[in-house]
């Protein structure tokens, strides 16, 4: 018995020192990536990085708004921090991410999503496992610690073993922790900006162009704790409702937050990718209409 | 519990010390260990499912101690069938009736009279297929008086829900396993070790071959109406080592526990997709379901005896029923068709033979391709919906027009689509290694051993992964 529990010992230990060498390379190469969009935040700015706007949010913050299109024609300096498949926590641990890298910006534009007017599911969104290599930074573990749930916890776990989340997440983070060894400046579906666009399709739809108006009042907690995190960093807060197809939302905000209300702007499925992202054409569009009302905020300031 | 999962290892690790530290002495409180680790095991599913197991393991423990004694061949019939009728018709019960109530309904329709019968909402118990076929045998090798019942409650309880094997076999004879309890249990390094190694491998072939397949599957069966002729037949390629890697790995790590608690269950797999045949392929297939088959269905049919047209119609049968064991639907009892005809063509002109021993010539090579793909072109009936999804299916392998390719549909799907075939090359170099020996399971080495705990590590598709897919049946 002694020597059937020291040889599953010794295979076991073997293992695992080999798994935390490919665990520690792949941290490595990951971490000194523009892979995914925290490693870029970090790795792309040089210190303290001063920008006049930040767009954050989802998919739909992600590839509404071209900002390489605000910055030339309103003469200023932006940057795209939205990740797909996101929820309001984890943008709020996005925009965290980046002040905490030692960047500014004047606006923090946040892309909403309906979903998240009234309040924000408690859990992991599929996506926050691309922080894990700055697991060891307090706002991501604190993030980790109340969203993760289950009786591993690999995410958690990663600020003192990151082997678990890396085996988890292994199709996430080793196989792009190769590409990272190999090419250190792939990004990961987004450009130099931060921007993300769609295939250039049309929206195939076959439902009668009736659109849908909702009344929605923004009381979002997590809101607040971002308005008030900004004020710390000395930036502004403004919601920004990205166009939807079919769909008008009419908005109360008691809160008053700075808001763009952008919903039912595009009317037509000539404008759109699917029902919630716009296509090209359909950025164009959004990028104008946002333009004049950021400039307005801008001048009203 | 699935024995890929942390509940199961926080499960089997306080098991395995209290059974051979405090209890290693006294096989009565080692079973008593194992049968309240069984119903614990089985009740983290369901725990009503645990009345049923309770049910027909007492059932057939008291017809078979009446069979002991009772010399009235009238009366030993009767508790024959009251046991075969029970444990069939829990099954039929719990795995059928929908199935039925649909069919009937539909033939009235057909018929032009269209009735209306409600369908029942049911949940299938795991592995009810197996454990009510394991008892079932228990009963019928009393009555043909091959077996002596068995006195002792406690084994025989923990007999049949011994949790290794109990949701998804191998499918156990009492007179293989039963004595087992009986015994003092000694620990046995080299059996202990060759466990440890059959389970590892079982975990291999399940996280990285089956669930990484099983994703890239879903995908192109789902929408197989798009996709193009390529990407159709590596869906249905893919399947046959998802539902290999799936099965035969659970069996190993059945096997690989088994050892580690000191016992031995019955080889479920022999290396099946090196097969020159398809009646190779049955010998080498779920072996204990053809050998239950074979010994309860095929042999009483009057197998062979009464002349090989009558053979093989008993072949044809066996077929079917095997086909309908696998679920309550058109597409399995298709699947044993197709294989009931494939074996009937070598069992007709008496080429049957098996070779243990594959031999990398090209006769051989092309042998073996063509048993695979006629397995695999019978398995798309086997993993599709419907037997209209299923003719759909390969009429777009040969004539499809669809343009869609999931498997390289992103980065992410092409990368899982090289770790498959990746995980497809070593477990076919293993086995084909380990079958030139003439071994029926793989040998590790330290090496391999190491290799495969890092391959299930960085290439295992831990998240989403999916259910073992026997346990269905």
């Known amino acids: 018995m002694k020597k059937f529990l020291f040889q599953i010992f010794t295979y076991l230990l073997i293992t695992f020192l080999v798994g935390l060498s490919i665990t520690g390379a792949a941290d490595y190469f990951l971490s000194k990536s523009y892979f995914y969009k925290p490693q870029f935040i970090s790795n792309y700015f040089s210190s303290a990085s001063k920008l006049d706007y930040i767009i954050a949010g989802s998919s739909r913050g992600l590839t509404t708004i071209d900002t390489?299109?605000?910055?030339?024609?309103?003469?200023?300096?932006?940057?795209?921090?939205?990740?797909?498949?996101?929820?309001?926590?984890?943008?709020?641990?996005?925009?965290?991410?980046?002040?905490?890298?030692?960047?500014?910006?004047?606006?923090?534009?946040?892309?909403?999503?309906?979903?998240?007017?009234?309040?924000?599911?408690?859990?992991?969104?599929?996506?926050?496992?691309?922080?894990?290599?700055?697991?060891?930074?307090?706002?991501?573990?604190?993030?980790?610690?109340?969203?993760?749930?289950?009786?591993?916890?690999?995410?958690?776990?990663?600020?003192?073993?990151?082997?678990?989340?890396?085996?988890?997440?292994?199709?996430?983070?080793?196989?792009?922790?190769?590409?990272?060894?190999?090419?250190?400046?792939?990004?990961?579906?987004?450009?130099e900006?931060?921007?993300?666009?769609?295939?250039?399709?049309?929206?195939?739809?076959?439902?009668?162009?009736?659109?849908?108006?909702?009344?929605?009042?923004?009381?979002?907690?997590?809101?607040?704790?971002?308005?008030?995190?900004?004020?710390?960093?000395?930036?502004?807060?403004?919601?920004?409702?990205?166009?939807?197809?079919?769909?008008?939302?009419?908005?109360?905000?008691?809160s008053n937050y700075p808001l763009i209300n952008h919903a039912g702007a595009l009317q037509g499925a000539n404008y759109f990718f699917d029902i919630d992202h716009v296509n090209t054409l359909g950025k164009q569009?959004?990028?104008?209409?946002?333009m004049e009302d950021f400039q307005a905020i801008l001048k009203s300031n | 519990m699935l024995f890929n999962s942390i509940e199961f290892f926080l499960f089997i690790i306080p098991v395995f010390f209290l059974y051979w530290f405090p209890l290693s002495k006294n096989v009565k409180l080692q079973n008593w260990l194992l049968l309240i680790s069984s119903y614990v095991f089985y009740g983290w599913w369901d725990w009503r499912f645990l009345f049923l197991i309770l049910f027909s393991s007492i059932l057939d423990f008291i017809v078979g101690r009446k069979l002991e004694f009772e010399k009235n061949l009238r009366i030993r019939k009767v508790l024959l069938w009251l046991s075969i009728g029970a444990n069939l018709g829990l099954l039929g019960f719990f795995k059928y009736f929908n199935f039925f109530i649909d069919s009937f309904?539909?033939?009235?329709?057909?018929?032009?009279?269209?009735?209306?019968?409600?369908?029942?909402?049911?949940?299938?118990?795991?592995?009810?297929?197996?454990?009510?076929?394991?008892?079932?045998?228990?009963?019928?090798?009393v009555y043909k008086r091959k077996l002596t019942p068995t006195k002792d409650l406690l084994s025989f309880l923990t007999f049949v829900s011994f949790f290794p094997q109990l949701v998804a076999g191998p499918i156990e004879r009492a007179s293989h396993l039963l004595p087992q309890f009986f015994k003092r249990r000694e620990f046995d390094y080299t059996w202990a070790i060759s466990g440890a190694k059959i389970f590892l491998w079982g975990l291999f072939k399940k996280v990285v071959i089956a669930d990484n397949?099983?994703?890239?599957?879903?995908?192109?069966?789902?929408?197989?109406?798009?996709?193009?002729?390529?990407?159709?037949?590596?869906?249905?390629?893919?399947?046959?080592?998802?539902?290999?890697?799936?099965?035969?790995?659970?069996?190993?790590?059945?096997?690989?526990?088994?050892?580690?608690?000191?016992?031995d269950l019955i080889t479920n797999f022999k290396f099946p997709y090196l097969s020159k045949?398809?009646?190779?392929?049955?010998?080498?297939?779920?072996?204990?379901?053809?050998?239950?088959?074979?010994?309860?269905?095929?042999?009483?049919?009057?197998?062979?005896?009464?002349?090989?047209?009558?053979?093989?119609?008993?072949?044809?049968?066996v077929f079917l029923v095997s086909g309908f064991w696998h679920g309550a639907n058109w597409t399995f009892i298709i699947w044993g068709l197709i294989h009931g005809i494939g074996y009937l063509f070598y069992f007709a002109f008496g080429t049957n033979k098996e070779e243990e021993v594959f031999s990398l010539n090209p006769?051989?090579?092309?042998?073996?391709?063509?048993?695979?793909?006629?397995?695999?072109?019978?398995?798309?009936?086997?993993?599709?919906?419907?037997?209209?999804?299923?003719?759909?299916?390969?009429n777009g392998i040969f004539f499809g027009h669809g343009e869609a390719a999931f498997f390289m549909s992103s980065s992410r799907h092409l990368v899982m689509t090289g770790i498959t075939f990746l995980g497809i090359i070593i477990l076919m170099s293993y086995e084909i290694a380990a079958n030139r020996k003439g071994a029926f399971e793989v040998s590790l080495n330290k090496f391999d051993l190491v290799l495969c705990g890092i391959s299930i590590l960085f290439l295992g598709a831990f998240k989403n992964h999916l259910d073992f897919i026997y346990f269905q049946f």
């Open chain 1, 68 to 191: 390489k299109e605000v910055d030339s024609k309103l003469g200023v300096k932006g940057f795209n921090i939205s990740m797909d498949d996101t929820g309001l926590p984890s943008q709020f641990l996005m925009i965290k991410h980046f002040f905490e890298s030692g960047n500014t910006a004047n606006y923090c534009v946040l892309t909403l999503d309906v979903s998240h007017f009234e309040e924000s599911e408690k859990k992991l969104n599929d996506n926050d496992y691309r922080f894990i290599t700055y697991s060891d930074r307090s706002y991501v573990h604190e993030y980790y610690r109340a969203y993760e749930t289950g009786i591993i916890r690999p995410l958690t776990w990663s600020k003192y073993f990151p082997l678990f989340a890396y085996s988890y997440y292994n199709m996430e983070l080793i196989w792009p922790a190769g590409m990272a060894a190999l090419k250190p400046r792939y990004k990961n579906r987004f450009d």
């Open chain 1, 193 to 254: 900006k931060g921007d993300y666009s769609y295939p250039d399709m049309v929206f195939s739809n076959d439902s009668p162009p009736k659109v849908q108006e909702i009344q929605k009042a923004i009381k979002n907690p997590i809101l607040e704790e971002i308005r008030a995190y900004l004020q710390t960093k000395n930036s502004e807060l403004i919601l920004y409702i990205a166009p939807y197809f079919n769909k008008s939302i009419y908005v109360t905000n008691p």
């Open chain 1, 285 to 290: 569009e959004a990028t104008n209409l946002f």
């Open chain 2, 105 to 141: 309904a539909e033939a009235f329709t057909f018929f032009g009279y269209p009735i209306q019968i409600g369908r029942l909402n049911i949940i299938l118990p795991v592995g009810i297929s197996f454990y009510t076929f394991q008892t079932m045998s228990y009963t019928l090798d």
């Open chain 2, 213 to 263: 397949s099983a994703i890239l599957v879903e995908g192109i069966f789902e929408n197989y109406s798009q996709q193009s002729s390529l990407s159709l037949i590596l869906g249905s390629i893919f399947f046959s080592f998802q539902i290999y890697g799936d099965f035969s790995g659970y069996s190993d790590m059945a096997i690989g526990l088994s050892r580690i608690f000191g016992f």
């Open chain 2, 277 to 317: 045949n398809v009646s190779v392929f049955w010998k080498r297939w779920h072996i204990s379901l053809s050998s239950w088959f074979r010994d309860y269905l095929y042999i009483p049919l009057g197998g062979n005896r009464k002349g090989k047209n009558r053979a093989m119609i008993n072949v044809f049968i």
């Open chain 2, 363 to 394: 006769k051989t090579i092309v042998q073996v391709i063509f048993t695979f793909l006629m397995v695999s072109f019978a398995f798309v009936f086997f993993r599709s919906p419907s037997v209209s999804d299923s003719l759909n299916y390969l």
